[in-house]
């Protein structure tokens, strides 16, 4: 399995849908999580921590199944600003777990559609 | 606050020369990254560095190279440029640890020619 996995997509809702992102991720040992968004031509930014069994925002639930190794993010309502790429983050141990290193996921891209 | 800040923004280079990648963190974040993303591709994974010193390298030939100055800013420097390193380099920092929340700057996009 690879360090980090996300739905290849492009995903393409309507306005006011909801709409599941899916990631796996390899390692057991990886306690938080991340999911950022990516505008187009623009550095990601932070949307959401995940650092139980998951996390809510406004229109934005993010899900932790640690038995699974399994993160999902799901939007509510959506809008057209939400387009973008949203990337998966795991942070991985390395050096016998005293550094880690945050893998990025390749990212989905969502476009909302009027 | 200022956040992370990169320059240049863009960078024109030709095959065969060297180039120098400058960040500055957000201030009291000690630790700094950088990755390449090539159009169409996610993030790499390219160097950490805290407290002047190199954390953890991505894989990358040794011709990626970069070094943390003492108050805490970071070169990236790539030597004997291929056409396959143009991507943009983002640059993001965050507190200590490697695990926590990373703050990304604009970054700098590099063609090769």
């Given at each position: 399995r690879k360090e980090v996995e996300q739905d290849p997509g492009p995903f393409n809702v309507p306005e006011g849908a909801t709409v599941a992102f899916n990631c796996t991720y390899s390692n057991s040992a990886s306690q938080s999580f991340f999911w950022y968004r990516q505008d187009c031509r623009k550095e990601p930014k932070l949307l959401m921590s995940v650092y139980s069994s998951g996390n809510e925002d406004g229109r934005f639930t993010a899900q932790l199944n640690r038995a699974s190794q399994y993160i999902s993010l799901l939007i509510r309502d959506s809008k057209l600003s939400d387009s973008a790429t949203y990337l998966c983050v795991v942070p991985t141990p390395h050096s016998g777990g005293s550094n880690y290193k945050l893998t990025f996921g390749k990212g989905t891209l969502l476009t909302v559609n009027p | 606050e200022a956040g992370v800040t990169q320059s240049p923004t863009h960078l024109i280079k030709t095959r065969g020369q060297q180039v120098t990648l400058r960040c500055s963190p957000i201030s009291g974040h000690t630790s700094v990254y950088w990755y390449q993303q090539a159009l169409g591709l996610g993030l790499q994974f390219l160097l950490w560095y805290d407290e002047g010193e190199e954390r953890n390298r991505g894989n990358?030939?040794?011709?990626f190279s970069g070094r943390q100055f003492p108050n805490y800013s970071s070169e990236l420097n790539v030597n004997?440029?291929?056409?396959?390193?143009s991507a943009l380099y983002l640059c993001a920092s965050s507190l200590a640890g490697g695990a926590g929340e990373q703050f990304f700057g604009p970054g700098t996009r590099l063609t090769v020619l």
């Open positions: - | 990358f030939p040794p011709r004997a440029l291929e056409l396959e390193d």
